[in-house]
């Protein structure tokens, strides 16, 4: 991986991880090598908002909201905190 690609990716883990809306990076702009890496963080970033958006809704409220996508693997975590945390509220 050069440079470059090491700097496009590196910013949009940034934006992963500080911006509230979905990005998709345009992997094609990176070296073949790299492809696949973006093409990971691009699935992470999906699931990362998926996540935000899920515990915004439980946050402000709303416990029965359900998350938008079944395949994304951190939401079953959020899930059981949520669940548990209503469950101590009922005792």
């Not at 911006?19 to 992997?27: A, C, G, P």
């Not at 699931?47 to 079953?76: H, M, Q, W």
């Amino acid at each position: 991986m050069d440079k470059k690609d090491a700097e496009i990716l590196l910013n949009f883990l940034k934006d992963i991880m500080y911006s509230r809306r979905y990005q998709n990076l345009n992997v094609t702009i990176l070296n073949p090598d790299a492809q696949d890496l973006g093409e990971g963080l691009n699935l992470l970033s999906k699931y990362i908002l998926e996540c935000k958006r899920y515990i915004d809704e439980v946050s402000s409220g709303n416990t029965s909201a359900k998350p938008v996508s079944e395949d994304n693997p951190f939401i079953k975590y959020i899930e059981s905190l949520v669940k548990a945390i209503g469950e101590k509220k009922a005792d």
